[in-house]
């Protein structure tokens, strides 16, 4: 299906504009297409390919803690999503509005779902009687829509893809132990799967998700050394319950209210690969979410036997649970490797006359573009090791790069200059105030991340108001 | 989960009243939910636990003759949307519209998806340039909208959940060849999966998709002889390529119209597999789709040994990838016999002290009542065994009911009075004329269901106008 007379066209450099070689990786590597539709973007095969891998893996871990996946309506009436003032305070500007069904204007206008915790709490008030259903464990895999202004590919999109959990519990020790067993799922998913380390820790209140009791967040670091959100887990105490009167009959008999806790994570992740592991010669994809872990390329396959050969390679690869392909097609081999460099395939595998007769293959990798020969009945240890030692690398690439620009900072204008000159995670003390944080912003230009789980102690008072500190939290200029 | 203290309620017999045996079953086994939504529900996990697993096999399906998933906008702008005059006709009653985005109201208002032919070939015209491209075969599981205005659980509701394909290829005969391909894998997959017989065949023109060249159905008769259309495949031509000029260069080097089709599936197979294997007990599910395909059962639990042993049999089924639990909670052994044949599962596992010393279980077949002790030897050769024979009988019990109420028809008379008095498959012959369609169900009450592929001569004239006959039909009362 490749467009044999495509030329892998180059991309803009990174160093040159960040922006740009992003979008270009995006469209060049056929993970998005721009849709007729103003702000709204296509997952291609390629890039859709990311997202089941990414889907299948986070799903498992999901229901191994016994989460159940459902499906909620799409549409929510506004009267039902008003009920809780914060969420709907936060999101109504956001909101893409159903007026009609068919030809007959509606009663009520119905929202496109941009979360779904009121539809939760709707059907939970249905269904909830007994302390003994509890808790309910829920996630759904859906789309959700936010009008927003600007938009880019897999970062900022009117629509995107993602999996909400939601779950209600009978205490809040429960639930809140629920938002952190999902905050270090994703912790977990990041560095094990996405080869993406990550800052684990609290949202300020400024920050937090509109309704919630407290917010927790995964950031990590691209190459650039901006921020990225990577995931959230929201814990709400009872205050949707409240609002939307779930109730159920406790242990001591008597009408209770559970606990809430909701947690997502969306395409996003995919922006979040890229801009972490990509280079100028475009994507870099960790094995595990990579749609073909190891492309097999005939060398001179005109020659007698390669064809036969390099069959014999795929055959054993994909026996052993690799995600492999051919390409014998007729393109160059100069075209074939810049083709799946673009696409950020792991291994290139391939075997000519002179491997055949020495009982080897060549491996090339995509990070660090190393190449080895693997004697042909080594295959089935050499290439998982090799796969494995390529998430390892991209992993540890990833760390240097996110302590490298990680900086504590004792004053306002250390936070200025280290943002302005070199870019990266701020580490100040903070007194608790938002006013403080609110300053930082204006002066330094930086939104909090987080207050991280692993605090440090860099000095004794706030930077910005001289107060005596809380906490150390983690500045820095986010997608 | 599950509470403890619910009594398994009494459905609705089906003799009695079959759709409200049909509600009383989706909500009883905890299918489905109504959602505060007019029109919506709710897919709850036991019933998505049903979709997913059909998900799966038939993506797998899909992916083996080389289909690859991706995502589509949701939205679709109006002018798109009335491109081709057919397809908009056919779905602009049931389409449910956007016209604000947050604060604003849209210069252009935008459908939610009744269905996407027109965002693919949209998309296909910005990416499509030459033959070497095709066929482009692309599926997305998603959900979809249609402003019904009476809506039952899985078959007629606002918003449902499905799979569409789009294709487009070179050539009409491969685009046809496609066409067919799909419908037979609809075919297997009722047969092979769902266990439910099928006939499939055209559609009339007056039945066909809006926009069709040719419309491809299965059809299959439900318990109360009814007909349910089980998925459909569609051949466009050019049609569409032409309406939203899709074009590329083929071979002789000159700009062409690429051939089309598309084919989708629904969640209201589940609604299929619920009206053809369920009984007064409740769902009968087929193995293939079952979220637990045996749920273990100790018998006097509090005797020594008996948790281990059950806790056995539970990790021996799981160990053999049957989906397997068990169920130890306090709840009687009338309960839970009762809330698993609610539930549709196929085995249920049993072992008590008793059956510890003779070094057997007791399994007990959702579809028959039969059990069998089978040592525990043999576990793990009876228990695929028995889920297979499971399978092969469901299968036959509907082949039974479809060939039962089935009958060769020379009159419309003869029509009128079998749909009146029994119910079921009406077969004539016909002369090609919607005209005579139309008296048939004027007179009949009964609506085309399909040209079938596997003719048979019944009369040499068509019932209604006495013109020479061109193909045996199907009638029937549909939903």
Redesign the interface.
């Known amino acids: ?5 495509k030329l892998v066209e180059q991309i803009t450099a990174m160093e040159e504009d960040f922006a740009k070689w992003y979008t270009d990786v995006c469209r060049k590597a056929e993970l998005v ?1 721009y ?3 103003k702000g ?6 390629y890039g ?2 990311i ?2 891998n990414i889907q299948s893996i986070m799903d498992a871990e999901f229901k191994k803690t ?1 989460h ?10 506004e009267s ?1 999503l008003k009920k809780e003032g914060e969420l709907v305070n936060g999101f ?12 007959e204007e509606l009663e009520e ?2 929202a ?1 779902r941009p979360t779904s915790e009121t ?1 939760f709490c ?2 939970w008030s ?2 909830l ?2 302390y ?7 996630n759904q895999w ?2 959700v ?1 936010r ?1 927003e202004k600007t938009t880019r590919p897999f970062l900022r999109s ?2 995107f ?1 993602w999996q909400e959990g939601h779950t209600i519990h009978e205490t809040a020790e429960e639930a809140q132990a629920e938002t952190l067993q999902q905050l270090n799922c994703y912790a977990d998913f990041f560095e094990k799967v996405l080869a993406i380390p990550v800052k684990p820790g609290r949202k300020t209140e400024k920050e937090k998700f509109a309704g919630a009791e407290a917010t927790y967040t995964v950031e990590c670091m691209m190459k650039d050394h901006k921020a990225l959100q990577g995931a959230t887990s929201h814990y709400f105490g009872d205050k949707f319950s409240r609002a939307y009167d779930v109730t159920f009959t406790g242990r001591d008999n008597k009408l209770q209210y559970p606990f809430q806790t909701s947690w997502g994570s969306t395409t996003r992740m995919i922006g979040a690969v890229i801009m972490t592991h990509g280079d100028n010669n475009g994507l870099v994809l960790p094995p595990k979410i990579a749609p073909t872990q190891a492309i097999v390329i005939p060398v001179a396959q005109h020659k007698p036997g390669v064809l036969d050969a390099a069959q014999a390679l795929l055959d054993r690869l994909t026996a052993m649970g690799i995600r492999a392909k051919m390409d014998a097609s007729d393109n160059s081999m100069g075209w074939k490797a810049s083709e799946y460099e673009m696409k950020g395939v792991p291994l290139r595998v391939e075997i000519g006359p002179r491997d055949m007769e020495k009982g080897q293959c060549c491996i090339c990798r995509r990070d660090t573009g190393a190449k080895v020969f693997v004697p042909l009945a080594d295959l089935e240890t050499a290439v998982p090791a090799l796969l494995e030692d390529l998430h390892q690398n991209l992993y540890n690439k990833a760390k240097e790069n996110l302590e490298a620009h990680t900086k504590p900072c004792l004053t306002m204008e250390e936070v200025k200059t280290f943002i302005e000159t070199e870019g990266g995670f701020a580490k100040t003390m903070w007194c608790g105030d938002t006013e403080c944080e609110l300053k930082m912003k204006e002066v330094a230009g930086v939104s909090s991340r987080c207050i991280p789980f692993e605090q440090e102690h860099i000095g004794d008072v706030c930077p910005v108001c001289g107060k005596p500190a809380k906490h150390m939290i983690i500045y820095g200029i986010a997608y």
Chains 1, 2 share one sequence.
Request: proline letters at 7%; a negative charge.
């Open positions: 299906m490749a467009d044999n007379k297409e849709a007729s539709v709204f973007t296509i997952l291609r095969p859709y390919a997202w089941e016994g159940e996946n459902v499906a909620m309506p799409v549409l929510i009436p039902l109504a500007p956001e909101v893409a509005w159903v007026t009609h069904g068919g030809s206008r119905l496109f539809m709707d059907h249905n269904i009687q007994t003994r259903q509890l808790p309910m464990l829920y859906c789309s829509i009008w009117r629509e893809w």
